[in-house]
């Protein structure tokens, strides 16, 4: 059984209120395919009746579960591929330059999702520049979801997981098969860290600055209020010169007038706007 209008209304207020992502009314079919494990696993058989139970029961840690299950995490390996292109002959070869004395980068992916993100980055820098390798390099992902970071640091893929966008040369260089997963080998693991953080929760606790942010496939789920207050606290995370990613779909125009545009393999970065 589908759930009821009012109990989806009830989910999306839910949604928005601890993650401020907005589910639209087409997301509706989603609710019977996500929530039904989570109503299992408490004896419930009717989605109907699981989201009256959550809704009675002002349980926290419910209502957490609830709103990862219904949130979107779809991520890939290398994903749209000409970012990285760019990152590795334009970008990351910049900021080399320009950081060669400090000897020192840092590069955040917002909104990591299981990690993919972060370790192609990671892979990226292994494979192009091992110049780097005595650099001090920090690599961080944060993400809403408490799962998704666990699963991102595990460092463990299925082999759906790994036939997204991973080049098979990679996979034999930095993965070990155990049965039907592959786990990233510990040179790569030890690089990056991953960590919870509400990205809608502003302002944003001490973070350091960044050279690089990775803010990809996220904004879109935002009101244009929240992306607002994302692309400001951004921007003050930026370090000079530093360059912030969106996901394909996303844009700052209309958004903040403080960033201009840098083009390169067909990518579109962003950077702080000099006065
Ligand atoms: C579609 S995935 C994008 C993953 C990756 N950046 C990429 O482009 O492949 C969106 C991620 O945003 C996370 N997310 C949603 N709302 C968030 C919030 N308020 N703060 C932090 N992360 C959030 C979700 O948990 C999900 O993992």
């Not at 970012?83 to 080399?96: C, E, G, K, N, T």
């Not at 070990?176 to 502003?202: E, H, P």
């Amino acid at each position: 059984m589908t759930v009821a209008n009012d109990q989806f209304t009830f989910l999306q207020e839910l949604v928005y209120k601890r993650s401020a992502m907005v589910l639209s009314d087409s997301k509706a079919y989603l609710a019977e395919s996500r929530l039904m494990p989570l109503a299992r696993a408490i004896g419930i058989s009717d989605t109907g009746e699981f989201v009256a139970h959550v809704r009675r029961s002002h349980d926290v840690k419910l209502e957490e579960q609830v709103v990862e299950a219904m949130t979107i995490n779809e991520t890939l390996w290398f994903r749209d591929k000409r970012p990285f292109d760019a990152l590795r002959s334009h970008v990351l070869p910049d900021l080399i330059s320009r950081k060669a004395s400090a000897r020192q980068l840092s590069i955040w992916s917002a909104a990591s999702s299981s990690g993919q993100e972060l370790y192609s980055v990671a892979i990226l820098l292994e494979e192009s520049f091992p110049q780097m390798r005595d650099w001090r390099v920090s690599l961080l992902g944060t993400d809403l979801s408490r799962e998704m970071v666990d699963k991102a640091t595990s460092g463990v893929y299925s082999s759906m997981e790994m036939n997204r966008g991973l080049p098979a040369a990679m996979l034999i260089r930095y993965f070990s098969q155990s049965g039907s997963s592959y786990r990233l080998t510990d040179t790569i693991r030890s690089k990056v860290r991953f960590q919870q953080m509400n990205l809608a929760s502003t302002p944003w606790p001490s973070l350091p600055v960044f050279d690089v942010i990775l803010l990809r496939n996220v904004l879109i789920y935002f009101d244009v209020g929240t992306k607002q207050r994302i692309l400001q606290e951004a921007r003050r995370r930026l370090s000079p010169g530093g360059y912030l990613l969106l996901g394909t779909a996303e844009t700052t125009s209309g958004l903040s007038g403080e960033f201009e545009t840098v083009s390169a393999e067909g990518a579109v970065f962003y950077r702080v706007k000099e006065r």
